[in-house]
């Protein structure tokens, strides 16, 4: 299997469990001043998209190094020692940086909420990567620029720069983006600017339907695709929650509805999770129709657990799911 980098955005998701069985319409009705809610022990994981990406294509075969930044602190630590027990290392430590956390509030019946501190990512630039990580690199991901100060500052600079690195060996690039906040910083970067400056070194751009719809103000797919690929992109490939998955390039375009999921724990990671499939299965040699059923499988998944791992299926068993989802439209 190919040598995969998922590099970008890392952090320690603390998700507390609420009691199953309950739903609530408004988060007022569980939240208020001074009340105590009796809950469920705390999950803690990794998040972010080197973490929930990168774990993702480890299980589904692919040989992979992850590449994000922590502070030598105790959430530093924690993150280390949950990712070698799956197997991976490759982390960069900053002795003058925190640990990157965000609190999940997946309360039953709304939407997830994070309360989330950037730390670390915030530095992260070009010169955090040494040359002898990029040897042998066949796909280069990365996620969450608009999480990470240093990426995004002067129309993704640095970024252009690690992307030529890779392109320089031969390896092929791959781009996640995270929801902007628009009353933050990076709410007033100017994204069409920095998209025009790092799509030309893209092969694959796989953002969701709101945050490019934040950053290009187009709302539509097909518009979304045909715009990211005049800026540059190879492959664009537009996740639209229970939407579905809409793909295009030069010479295929096509959309992939969901799979239904028996039920719904959390929607932690079933974006990153849905890249990491796709991708693996696209440096298979698959076509776009073929990696995106297994994205759609792998998201399907996903969101029957709290985190963005314990869910997640192999590739053999994603493929028998797809065929045995798409005999029983037929029957």
């Known amino acids: 299997m190919s040598k995969f980098i998922a590099a970008g955005h890392i952090c320690l998701d603390i998700t507390p469990k609420f009691p199953s069985g309950r739903k609530v319409q408004n988060i007022d009705e569980m939240l208020q001043p001074g009340a ?5 022990p705390a999950d803690i994981s990794t998040g972010g ?8 294509m480890k299980l589904l075969g692919a040989d992979v190094r992850l590449m994000g930044k922590v502070g030598n602190d105790d959430f530093g630590k924690t ?6 027990r799956h197997g991976v290392s490759g982390l960069i430590v900053d002795d003058k940086s925190s640990t990157s956390y965000s609190v999940v509030l997946a309360i039953p019946g709304l939407d997830r909420m994070f309360l989330h501190h950037p730390g670390a990512n915030d530095t ?3 010169d955090d990567i040494p040359e002898s990580a990029l040897e042998g690199v066949e796909l280069f991901h990365f996620g969450y620029p608009p999480l990470m100060k240093r990426i995004y500052e002067n129309d993704g600079e640095e970024l252009v720069k690690i992307f030529k690195r890779v392109k320089a060996r031969g390896g092929k690039v791959s781009l996640d983006m995270a929801a902007v906040d628009p009353d933050s910083e990076e709410g007033r970067v100017d994204w069409d ?3 025009r400056n790092v799509l030309p070194y893209v092969d694959y751009f796989l953002p969701s339907r709101d945050e490019i719809r934040f950053m290009s103000g187009l709302s539509e797919p097909e518009e979304i695709i045909k715009k990211m690929l005049g800026y540059g992109a190879k492959t664009v490939v537009v996740k639209c929650a229970t939407k579905g998955i ?3 390039s030069e010479t295929e375009n096509g959309y992939q509805p969901c799979y239904r999921a028996p039920f719904i ?4 990671g079933a974006g990153d999770t849905s890249i990491g499939a796709f991708l693996v299965a696209a440096m298979q040699g698959r076509s776009l129709k073929e990696c995106a059923a297994f994205a759609a499988m792998q998201g399907r998944c996903c969101v029957t657990a709290y985190n963005a791992i314990d869910g997640l299926k192999t590739m053999p068993e994603l493929e028998k799911m797809i065929e045995d ?7």
């Open 36 to 40: 105590l809610v009796h809950m469920e």
């Open 49 to 56: 998209s080197v973490a929930n990406t990168g774990l993702c």
């Open 79 to 84: 993150i280390e020692a949950i990712l070698a």
């Open 124 to 126: 992260f630039c070009n």
């Open 193 to 195: 600017a920095f998209l």
């Open 246 to 248: 809409y793909y295009g």
């Open 265 to 268: 724990v959390s929607g932690t």
């Open 325 to 331: 989802a798409e005999r029983e439209k037929k029957e």
